[in-house]
């Protein structure tokens, strides 16, 4: 699966134990966990696909399963998906092929 990019209207800003994102057009607030702020941090261009993602992040943590780490990102990023946070690559219909993109108001 590619992953989805960063929406540019949105800001980060790492704090203790994460990240907050904050969109201000839309006012949405979205704290982030360490791990969170990893996947954040790590969206295109870093990696391309959650596949390159959950290899090094169960590098990073190799008392959890690839399967269970994927299934996390991937729900943390259709949240992303649907809270504007992150857009679809173009091309890319749904983040599991969800259907927002940053160019819908």
């Given amino acids: 699966m590619k992953l989805p990019v960063r929406n540019p209207n949105v800001m980060c800003r790492t704090v203790d134990g994460g990240a907050v994102l904050l969109d201000t057009g839309q006012e949405v607030y979205y704290g ?8 954040w941090e790590h969206l295109p261009p870093v990696f ?11 590098a990073l943590h190799p008392e959890v399963a690839v399967e269970t780490i994927r299934a996390h990102a991937r729900e943390l990023l ?12 173009l091309g890319m219909e749904t983040c599991d092929d969800s259907t927002a993109s940053c160019s819908e108001s």
């Fill in 78 to 89: 259709d949240d992303l998906l649907v809270a504007r946070l992150v857009c679809l690559p």
């Fill in 48 to 58: 391309q696909t959650l596949e390159e993602m959950s290899a090094a992040l169960s």
């Fill in 32 to 39: 982030l966990n360490t791990v969170g702020a990893y996947i």
